[in-house]
């Protein structure tokens, strides 16, 4: 049946603004809704696409429904416990300015406040604190989970339980998630105490990471461009939230505000203009601005996690070409691997702002979801359309040969047959999905490319 | 699925056996596309084999008869319901005699009419069905300068050409914000089977260079491309020029 009287028919892309697609767009505004328009898509299948933060073509489904979740955004904290239960569409950003004055914060936040909870669910996302706080998907206490027959299930935030394990980090293709309940952590403050100290190169780097649990939150800013001595020269910063008994007196009147503003919109440029020799002054600079003797501050939450978040569209300053990230994670003892892998980047001069490098903790349990322990390294790369594809070819499969993995939310490049190598359970959600969905109604651009 | 390179991943060649389309489908298997289907009116052996050796996972030959017209719309679906989703169609059959072999049978006229026009017609129409339906994809149809001014010593030819060109523009317009495309190629005199024997043209290029072109504008997601590019200039001139002097020089 033709499902343009569902909703409207939109162009979509990911937050590289690359491989553009059309589908037909529904935003429901109660479970219902959902339920009645999974019933009624068409052969091609539907998605969930929430704030579209995801860098490829994840949250997309050409020629068929996508369901917009971001008028699903209603947030319930209870403050004695910390459990938050959050319709699937509402923002990190939204959760926050409820979490902060009363003392909580999220589990887990990425680079940027603008993703949903849906999203946060679909990708299994990650924050500074992997290596202690696990990912996004450890605190989910259970989901309202609407299926590929529009009935509604509750699911149990139990990685034993398939259908859960499936989910999280299942990139969309279980089901809608309508709602989830998770555990916030404690946050008296909207401070954070932040420790940065310069490493030199690369194996400096890891040695500062490697054993590093003080500190909940650790990342390391690498500039990709320094060769020689210097290769993977980085800046840490370190960071623990501040009780309002750490806090200067100056701060103590606003000790839990949390109004971040998002400032002017960054203005399309040609992608030319970055090029290696800009990144390398620029890299340099902040490389410098830098502590020479580690230093501590107290940065406000927004500074500390959300730093790009201040400049609305950054993506549009890549040109009409778009971006990519390109994330992988390898185990601990790969550091050879890791080290290649740099040398690689820094080889081909792919003209990059910073990229960071991280420490993660083990896996979460969810089938393909990315993290799992090791170090993980995401960079942004402006895209040259026919170029560069062998380059990734290779560094995934050298990153598959090293047990490692892609990160689905930001891949936008990789081969079919490639998810099989880096994905271990990739037959368990598979079994799932036949067992939940066997006609196939969850459908994304990415599972066709992939054929996930 | 195309990728956030341009990469594409499956591709049918309708006229299967074309010099031009087969070095198009060979230069995206190289870029990347692993499934190919071949439509010809015969066997395709060498092709096959080659694209496989290329790096393709599964090359398919169908049958395909552009006089046919009425089984098209059948065959293009039943491609379409094999390979899934279909990431680009190059459209390259096309027959070309010399204009006194029309001159003597009209009947071998209104044949290459059909082969030429009625036929991308009949199958572009399917294609952009399909195209529509599943919201992405490219119709890749080679138009010719050719068409441009119609020639009198290439009447025939040239006015299926100059249909097909108007056909594939406006397809493209018609497809507007449906996710799918129409790229039309203009190349000059290309030396392949359907040239041989023929006086080359000025500006006479490769089967290999048109296919970079057209890798080229897909990936870069453009409407029109000329190959070489300074044809795109000739024919700009030749559009303007007084009609006595267009008939001194294309005589
Ligand atoms: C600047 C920036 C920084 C980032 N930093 C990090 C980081 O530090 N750590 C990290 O892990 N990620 C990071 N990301 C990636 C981002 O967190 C994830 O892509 C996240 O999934 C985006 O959420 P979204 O709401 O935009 O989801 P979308 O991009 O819209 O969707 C992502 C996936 O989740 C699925 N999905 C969305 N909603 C639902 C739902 N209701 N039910 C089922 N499935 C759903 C979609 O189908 C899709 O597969 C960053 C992205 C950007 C742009
Ligand atoms: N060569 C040039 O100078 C030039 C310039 C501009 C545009 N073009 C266009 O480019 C396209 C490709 O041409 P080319 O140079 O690659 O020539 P080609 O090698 O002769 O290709 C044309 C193909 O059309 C096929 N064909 C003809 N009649 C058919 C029918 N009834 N049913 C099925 N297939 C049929 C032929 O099949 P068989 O192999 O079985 O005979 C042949 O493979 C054509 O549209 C042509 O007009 C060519």
Redesign the interface.
């Known amino acids: 049946m033709p499902i343009d009287d569902i909703g409207r ?1 939109a ?1 979509l892309h990911g937050w ?1 603004r ?6 037909t767009v529904m935003s429901p505004r109660s479970v219902a809704e959902i339920s009645s328009a999974i019933t009624r898509a068409g052969s ?1 299948g539907v998605i969930a696409r929430g704030l579209g933060r995801s860098y ?2 994840a949250a997309q489904n ?3 429904l996508v369901v917009d979740t971001t008028r699903l955004d209603r947030i319930s904290l209870d403050p004695v416990t910390g459990l938050v239960t959050a319709e699937a569409g509402a923002s990190l950003d939204a959760i926050m300015r409820v979490l902060l004055p009363q003392g909580w914060f999220v589990p887990v936040t990425p680079g940027t406040r603008s993703v949903t909870v849906g999203g946060a669910v679909g990708a299994d996302i990650h924050g500074k604190n992997h290596h202690v706080d696990g990912s996004f998907g450890t605190w989910v206490r259970s989901l309202l989970l609407v299926g590929a027959d529009g009935t509604v299930r509750e699911v149990a935030g139990d990685f034993g339980n398939p259908l859960f394990a499936a989910t999280i980090g299942g990139m969309g293709l279980t089901g809608v998630v309508a709602e989830v309940t998770f555990q916030a952590i404690r946050s008296e403050t909207a401070y954070v105490s932040v420790l940065t100290r310069r490493a030199a190169n690369l194996a400096e780097a890891l040695e500062l990471m490697r054993d590093d649990n003080d500190y909940r939150y650790t990342v390391a800013w690498i500039d990709l461009l320094a060769r020689g001595e210097t290769m993977g020269r980085s800046v840490l910063t370190l960071g623990n939230h501040l009780t309002r008994a750490e806090l200067p007196a100056s701060k103590q009147a606003r000790a839990s505000a949390f109004a971040p503003a998002t400032r002017l919109s960054a203005p399309p440029m040609p992608s030319g203009l970055l090029n290696p020799l800009s990144v390398r002054a620029f890299n340099e600079l902040w490389y410098r601005k830098a502590p020479r003797v580690p230093a501590t501050t107290i940065e406000s939450i927004g500074h500390f996690f959300h730093p790009l978040d201040g400049v609305a569209d950054w993506n549009r300053l890549y040109g009409r070409a ?1 971006l ?1 990230q390109y994330q992988f994670v390898v185990p601990l003892e790969a550091t050879a691997v890791l080290r290649g892998l740099v040398e690689r980047l820094n080889e081909h001069q792919l003209a990059s702002f910073l990229a960071v490098l991280k420490r993660f903790g083990p896996g979460s349990g969810g089938y393909l979801s990315f993290p799992t322990g090791g170090w993980t390294l995401a960079v942004d790369l402006p ?7 062998g380059v ?1 070819d290779e560094m995934d499969r050298e990153v598959a040969a090293a047990g490692g993995r892609i990160y689905l939310a930001k891949d ?5 047959g490639m998810a099989e190598q880096m994905y271990p359970d990739l037959e368990k959600f598979r079994a799932v999905r036949a067992d939940i969905d066997p006609s196939g109604v969850f459908v994304s ?2 599972s ?2 992939l054929g996930l | 699925m195309k990728d956030a390179l341009g990469r594409v991943d499956s591709v049918v060649l309708l006229g299967g056996r074309s010099d031009i389309g087969l070095a198009v489908v060979t230069k995206l298997v190289a870029a990347g596309a692993r499934r190919v289907v071949l439509a010809a009116r015969g066997p395709a052996d060498d092709a096959v084999a080659a694209l496989l050796a290329a790096g393709a996972t599964s090359v398919d030959t169908v049958e395909f008869d552009a006089l046919a017209v009425s089984s098209h719309a059948g065959v293009v679906d039943s491609i379409f319901d094999k390979l899934g989703d279909v990431d680009v169609v190059v459209s390259a059959f096309a027959v070309q005699s010399a204009q006194e072999v029309y001159d003597a049978s009209p009947t071998a006229a209104a044949d290459a009419v059909t082969v030429n026009l009625s036929a991308q017609i009949s199958t572009g129409l399917a294609v952009a069905t399909r195209l529509r339906a599943q919201g992405h994809g490219t119709l890749v149809l080679l138009s010719s300068i050719a068409g441009v001014r119609v020639r009198p010593a290439n009447l025939v030819y040239g006015a299926t050409k100059a249909g097909l060109d108007a056909f594939g523009v406006t397809l493209h317009d018609m497809l507007a914000g449906s996710g799918a495309g129409v790229l039309v190629v203009r190349p000059g005199f290309v030396s392949t089977k359907l040239t041989e024997g023929l006086p080359t043209a000025p500006f006479a290029t490769t089967p290999e260079a048109v296919a970079d072109a057209v890798v080229g504008a897909l990936a870069a997601g453009k409407r029109v491309v000329w190959v070489p590019r300074v044809v795109g200039v000739v024919a700009a001139v030749f559009r303007v020029l007084p009609r006595p002097v267009w008939r001194k020089i294309s005589a």
Do not use: C, N
């Not at chain 1, 895209?383 to 594809?389: D, N, S």
């Open positions: 028919p162009s590289g690359t491989a553009a697609t059309t589908a091609r490829g073509d050409s020629g068929g778009g990519m895209v040259r359309p026919g170029r560069m594809a990734f936008a490049v990789m081969r079919r651009d990415q066709r490319r």
